[in-house]
C-alpha cells in the first residue's frame, strides 16, 4: 500500500494547513514503520501546554501507536 514507487495521497485540507515540512515528517514515519502498514495511517496534531508540535502516529491493525513531540 505505501511502497515508495506508488503514488501518494494526502486531503486537500492536510495540503493546504500542514505545512510542507511536517508532510514528510509524517511519511517519513510511515516509511520507517518497523510494522506491518494498515491501509490507514492515523496521525492526530496537536500543540502541548508549552507551544510545541505534537503528533500521534497509530493504526488499527496490527495495532501501533507513537507520540512524537517536535522540538524545532
Given at each position: ?22 508532510q ?16 490507514l ?12 508540535q ?19
Amino acid at each position: 500500500m505505501f511502497e515508495n514507487n506508488k503514488g501518494r495521497y494526502l486531503t486537500r485540507g492536510v495540503n493546504n494547513e500542514i505545512p510542507l515540512a511536517l508532510q514528510i515528517f509524517m511519511w517519513n514515519r510511515i516509511d520507517e514503520l518497523p510494522e506491518k502498514r494498515d491501509y490507514l495511517q492515523i496521525f492526530d496534531l496537536s500543540v502541548t501546554e508549552s507551544g510545541l508540535q505534537k503528533i500521534v502516529h497509530r493504526q488499527e491493525q496490527p495495532e501501533y501507536r507513537v507520540e512524537y513531540v517536535i522540538t524545532e
